[in-house]
């Protein structure tokens, strides 16, 4: 089942006037028997609001309808079917550790394990922040503790993409991968959409760790990865690759990927003492992603639910389906 993706500019009569500007994005399918529209954001995780929800019974065509019911602008068809989510790979859609959980096809001894790695590495470049300052001349500063974090930095990030690597082709496929295979998870991952920035250090600009990553020179085009694989070999004659500002770097593409991973609720929304660390020290914008690419819950509308137009809470009224996991290729 495929959906719609567009711009708010109306709202109906009768709703609140202020969501096409606090929810100014549409996500529209059909059930055999009612349109379904879904409000969305536009900021911070573009969260898809499934329970601000509207439906209407079918008559014409979807497109039609969400042009006369929301003035719908720049349409486009959403990439993923109603209901169905990438196993491994969150998106906006996706939310409650829970529903993620079994969606994504991880344990709780996964996340948790991947939790307690992130935890070292963000107390190590705390540590470091106690004695240099990430702006100016500090971003450029480096030493043995520097080079120690954006080691075990990249290592961990390897182990991330080892993993997805194992999950596509299978554990035995191949005893070694390289940047060449590792930049096809880009694209599956979206990984050009994490932006972060340091919560405790404003003038630090917000950074897409893997924004300059290019096919063309899968390692280079990484500077704080090429750095760690040349400290890696000549640790003496490139000891001064190993600054302030590629630790930050490595730690935040390890944010990336524990978002692309396991979603970034755990992180940045948990109240607990793990999601204080992490807010601390960080935030977490999804820059200019691909809205097509986001995930949509399929709803099961009983056959006695008006067919005037109504608002509609899925959620609480039982109507929310499960998501089907569907495994992902490169």
Known sequence: MTALTYEITAVPNGFDPSFKVRYPLGYAFETPTHFVHYFGQKTSWHTVQNELAISEGKSGTLEDWIKNTFGAKNITTMINNVGDCIEGVWRPGLYNVDIVIDSLNYTEAEIRFAQQALRLLISKLDDLFLYIEPNGSGLSAYSHKTRELLLLACTELESYWRTYMDKVYGVFATSRYTTNDYIKLLPKL????????????????????????????????????????????????????????????????????????????????DNNTFGMLVNQHFYLNLKNPQIESFYLNAVNIPSTVRLDLIPLSPGRNGYLLPFNSVPLTL
């Open 190 to 269: 979206h990984l050009k959409d994490f932006e972060f920035g340091l919560t405790a250090f404003p003038s630090f600009p917000a950074e897409v760790p893997f924004g300059l990553w290019t096919s063309s020179s899968p390692t280079g085009s990484l500077p704080w990865y090429d750095s760690y694989n040349k400290i890696k070999h000549d640790k003496i004659g490139n000891f001064h690759l190993a600054t302030l500002h590629y630790c930050i770097s490595a730690v935040l593409a390890n944010l990336a990927m524990f978002c692309a991973r396991f979603g970034p609720e755990p992180l940045f929304a």
